[in-house]
């Protein structure tokens, strides 16, 4: 069955950097859309970046453009989010979220989170 | 960006019908997905394009979309109903997803 399992969060300093892994099962990460999306603990969530499922586009949430990429190595089917330059605003639960080839789609499934704090 | 607008808070009897309301510009023209969060949980879509339901959500849940408005409606209320629940599109013209703020249910 489909599975999503995010990896690498922590406890890092403002400034420093941090990168999410999602290791996918059950579907290959070539054939859709990958997210991701966060959740500030007790408030909303909050999409963050998107690859398409042919790679050729990935957009940003402003609030992460130019210090997040997203990227996926599909030899380890598994979706990454490099996160540079982190400030306490992104202390958050990251998830990983499957989209579709349509990008209008629904996150059919989503990982667990992974917890990212920043702070010193 | 696109803003989508819902209730903070819906508060329903078990056996009653909830509503919760997701206003958008034009909401209508584009396709509205909800998501149920449970406390310590992943969201969990439960109506997609619209009005579709995977399989594994209850009959109970329906949703609508026309004009400014998008409506999730859970039907016969149950006591595992209660979570947050979140409506979703895909904003073209920013090429982004946007969420809803977010409609915490209560059974009372």
């Known amino acids: 069955q489909v599975q999503l399992v995010e990896s690498g969060g922590g406890v890092v300093q403002p400034g420093r950097s941090l990168r999410l892994s999602c290791e996918a099962s059950g579907f290959t990460l070539s054939s859709f859309a990958m997210h991701w999306v966060r959740q500030t603990p007790g408030r909303g969530l909050e999409w963050v970046a998107i690859?398409?499922?042919?790679?050729?586009?990935?957009y940003y949430a402003d609030s992460v453009k130019g210090r997040f990429t997203i990227s996926r190595d599909i030899s380890k089917n598994t979706l990454y989010l490099q996160m540079n330059s982190l400030r306490p605003e992104d202390t958050a639960v990251y998830y990983c979220?499957?989209?579709?080839?349509?990008?209008?789609?629904?996150?059919?499934?989503w990982g667990q989170g992974t917890l990212v704090t920043v702070s010193s | 960006s696109y803003v989508l607008t819902q209730p903070p808070s819906v508060s329903v009897a078990p056996g009653k019908t909830a509503r919760i309301t997701c206003g958008g510009n034009?909401?209508?023209?584009?396709?509205v997905h909800w998501y149920q969060q449970k406390p310590g949980q992943a969201p969990v879509v439960v109506i997609y394009?619209?009005?579709d339901r995977p399989s594994g959500t209850p009959e109970r849940f329906s949703g609508s979309n026309t004009g400014n408005t998008a409506t999730l409606t859970i039907s016969r209320v149950e006591a595992g109903d209660e979570a947050d629940y979140y409506c979703q599109v895909w904003d073209s013209s920013s090429d982004h997803p946007a969420f809803g703020g977010g409609t915490k249910v209560t059974v009372l």
């Open positions: 690859i398409s499922f042919d790679v050729t586009s990935k």
């Open positions: 394009y619209d009005s």
């Open positions: 979220a499957r989209g579709g080839l349509d990008t209008s789609g629904p996150f059919d499934y």
């Open positions: 034009n909401v209508g023209s584009k396709s």
